[in-house]
């Protein structure tokens, strides 16, 4: 391994932190609702970490926030952290919010495609949350997407879209002063 390597990794570590970091931050601005998923900038967190480090360090990234809220640091909403949280009622938006930064981390360069792609990433956390919740409160599909995702929908989707503007140039800023 040569010292370019082990630079490319230390930063892609310290990028990991750091994103895992600013997603918990953003889990902290919270509004509660009666149906116990809050409004937060959980979204906007994760869609921005992952279009600024890329599919890979996105995902590593919002991993590592799920697993050290699960082991109880406090970094869900709320001020929460532990296992029950994943297994409670927000718990398949956590785990959604991984296959989300996934797809937000895509670079294409098309950035109306990228946009695109980061909202199917959105849906797709949309449906792990509300099929767990669904179960959790033992209702249908339908009546969970009108109860934990409609409330959510077009705050979430323009996160998603300012993300996606926002990360273009943080990305050139990074490349400039750490050749990221």
């Known amino acids: 391994m040569d010292i370019k390597d082990t630079?490319?990794?230390?930063?892609?570590?310290?990028?990991?932190?750091?994103?895992?970091?600013?997603?918990?931050?953003?889990?902290?601005?919270t509004v509660p609702l009666p149906t116990n998923v809050p409004i937060t900038l959980h979204t906007f967190g994760v869609a921005l970490c992952?279009?600024?480090?890329?599919?890979?360090?996105?995902?590593v990234s919002t991993a590592v926030y799920v697993l050290?809220?699960?082991?109880?640091?406090?970094?869900?909403?709320?001020?929460?952290?532990?296992?029950?949280?994943?297994?409670?009622?927000?718990?398949?938006?956590?785990?959604?919010?991984?296959?989300?930064?996934?797809?937000?981390?895509?670079?294409?360069?098309?950035?109306?495609l990228r946009i695109a792609v980061s909202i199917g990433g959105l849906a797709l956390c949309y449906l792990c949350g509300a099929v767990q919740y669904a179960i959790l409160a033992q209702i249908d599909l339908i009546q969970?997407?009108?109860?934990?995702?409609l409330p959510f929908a077009v705050k979430d989707i323009l996160s998603v879209c300012a993300a996606q503007y926002m990360a273009i140039p943080i990305r050139k800023a990074l490349a400039k002063t750490i050749h990221y």
């Open 7 to 29: 630079k490319s990794k230390t930063l892609r570590i310290v990028m990991c932190a750091l994103f895992a970091a600013i997603i918990a931050v953003s889990a902290q601005v």
């Open 50 to 59: 992952a279009a600024v480090g890329g599919a890979f360090t996105g995902t």
């Open 144 to 149: 969970s997407i009108v109860l934990v995702v």
């Open 68 to 112: 050290i809220g699960a082991v109880g640091l406090p970094v869900f909403a709320g001020m929460k952290g532990g296992f029950a949280v994943l297994f409670g009622p927000t718990g398949g938006f956590l785990f959604g919010f991984i296959v989300m930064a996934f797809f937000c981390g895509l670079r294409m360069k098309n950035l109306p």
